[in-house]
Nanobody, 124 residues
Framework: VRLVESGGGLVQAGGSLRLSCAAS????????MAWFRQAPGKEREFVAA????????NYADSVKGRFTISRDNAKNTVYLQMNSLKPEDTAVYYC??????????????????WGQGTQVTVSS
C-alpha cells in the first residue's frame, strides 16, 4: 500500500495544523493506522494510532489532549489534527500502516508501510 502525507508547514506556537495521509489501497479499512514523528538527531517516535474501526485510539503522553487522530475509510484517509502546537512538536511526521494487530502499536517495527513524511515546524 502506498501512503502519501500532506498538510505540514510552518506555524506559530499555539497554532493548529491538520495532517492527512491518503492510502492507495482499497482494503485501507483493514489496516491499523498511525502517525510517528522524527526530529533532527532523534529517533522516530510514536504519536498516535487508530484501529480500523476508529473505536480504539492511542496517543503518546506528549500529545494527549492536543492531537486527535481520525480516519475516513470511504476516502482511504487518516488525519492528525494538531492543536496548541509547541516548538518541541517540530519534526517530520510520518504516516504508517499495519495489518498485524498483535504487535505493539507504538513500535516502528510493527508497521510495514510508511509514507515519505511531511515537515511540521513550530516557531516560538
Amino acid at each position: 500500500v502506498r501512503l502519501v502525507e500532506s498538510g505540514g508547514g510552518l506555524v506559530q506556537a499555539g497554532g493548529s495544523l491538520r495532517l492527512s495521509c491518503a492510502a492507495s489501497e482499497r482494503t485501507f479499512s483493514i489496516y491499523t493506522m498511525a502517525w510517528f514523528r522524527q526530529a533532527p538527531g532523534k529517533e522516530r517516535e510514536f504519536v498516535a494510532a487508530t484501529s480500523w474501526s476508529a473505536d480504539n485510539t492511542n496517543y503518546a503522553d506528549s500529545v494527549k489532549g492536543r492531537f486527535t487522530i481520525s480516519r475516513d475509510n470511504a476516502k482511504n484517509t487518516v488525519y492528525l489534527q494538531m492543536n496548541s502546537l509547541k516548538p518541541e512538536d517540530t519534526a517530520v511526521y510520518y504516516c504508517a500502516a499495519r495489518v498485524d494487530t498483535t504487535t505493539d502499536y507504538a513500535r516502528t517495527s510493527s508497521y510495514a508501510y510508511w509514507g515519505q513524511g511531511t515537515q511540521v515546524t513550530v516557531s516560538s
